[in-house]
Structures are given as structure tokens and as C-alpha cells.
């Protein structure tokens, strides 16, 4: 049953995600929850000046309200605080790995990009929505110091009106959309970062090896159309 019950929370966080990530009509663009409004901002330097990034800066940005971005803003100022603790933290001065799309890869875009859409990164095969790959790994290269931060499989046990046991029928996932949105949108911003991701200890690390931009791109681009044909076929 429990993991009918993990199951049936992962087939509907993607579902929500896919639901909501949908464009917001002009006059509903600024019309957000206040627990939304009032989550703390990054404040990070990036070209030696200071930006300040809100959560509603990137809804504004992508024009959606997509949870995977509400959860993704959250776990990435988490992330980053943890690993600066009381320096400023340096957005030039960060790496980050990520195992999840949509929401999570358009909020990383915004703040490390700028949110440019000529420079937005399209996954790789492989990069989906689902929980188990909720991971996003912070590295500071001035410090070669790291730090893991994930979805915690339990993050949904508030939500009980969601995460039933029972498979969703037609009939009830609208609901059950509806039930999860008003959690991740109004419940999980009160709480503190820990109540829903697990981090690590700041740990020490040794690369090997290196990835450009260009490099990174030209590969995802090979293997996209490396699938697409294998799809195809």
C-alpha cells in the first residue's frame, strides 16, 4: 500500500506540474498567494553586482505557475544558503547538477541566465519529473565545497486528501489537482525549507575533467536527436 501510495503521489506531481505549467491570461499574471509574495528572496551577486530574485520574478518571467518551480525556488535557496552560509553567495562562482526538468530547469535558467530565452536548456533524454529524481548537487568552485539537496519521499503526508491509497479515477484527479496545487502553493511556503527537502553536510570535492557551455549544449542537442530517432526507428 505504501508504495501504491508513493506511486499514485508521483503520477500526480507530474500531472499537476503538466497541468499548471500553462501560460496565465495578462490580468491574472500578478495574482498570486500571499505565502507566495512573502517567501524570502536569493540575494546573490552575479557580475559583481547584487540581484535579488523572487520567487514571483520567475512565475513572472515564464508566465506560469507551475509547482516544480515553486518546489525548485525553495530547495534552490536552500541549497545555495546552506553551502555559502554567511557570505554572500556568488552566483559566478556555481556549479549545478540537476536530475529533473520542467519547473526545477527553468528556474535554474532564470537565476544562473539570466532567464534569456535564446540560452534556455532543453533536457536530455533521461531528465524527467519524477520524485526519486528530485536531486539538485550545489558545488562552489572557489571552496571545492558541495552540497546534495532532495525531495523528501514523505513531503506529501500533509496532503492526505491527495495522497490517498487509492488509484485516481477520472472523477477524482481533477480534485486531486486541485487539492495538491492549494498544498504546494499556500501550505509548503510556511513551513521551513528542511520540512521538505533533505540536504547534506557541506562536503569537500575533488573534479576531474570539464564541460563548457557550448560542449554541454552540442550534446544535449546529439543525444535529443539521437533519441528522436531511436524513436522514430
Known sequence: M?????????????LICMAAATPLMASEKRSYPEALKNLPPLTATQNGEIRIIHLTDVLDFFNKTCPGTIL???????????????????LD????????????????DFILKGGNPANRT?????IDRSMENYVLQFYRKSTLQG???S???????????????AAPTEETTQ???TDLRSYIFQTLPLVHPSEAFE????????????MTEPEMRRNIRNQRRQHAETQEG
Open 2 to 14: 505504501m508504495m501504491h501510495r508513493l506511486c499514485s503521489c508521483i503520477l500526480g506531481f507530474t
Open 72 to 90: 525548485s525556488f525553495v530547495a534552490i535557496r536552500y541549497g545555495i544558503d546552506t553551502l555559502f552560509g554567511e557570505d554572500t553567495p556568488d
Open 93 to 108: 562562482d556555481i556549479v549545478v547538477m540537476s536530475r529533473i526538468g520542467g519547473g526545477p530547469l527553468d528556474t535554474l
Open 122 to 126: 532543453w533536457p536530455p533524454p533521461g
Open 147 to 149: 552540497v546534495t539537496v
Open 151 to 165: 525531495l523528501k519521499r514523505d513531503v506529501w503526508a500533509g496532503a492526505d486528501s491527495y495522497c490517498s491509497s
Open 175 to 177: 480534485q486531486r489537482r
Open 199 to 210: 540536504t547534506t553536510a557541506v562536503y569537500t570535492f575533488i573534479p576531474w575533467g570539464s
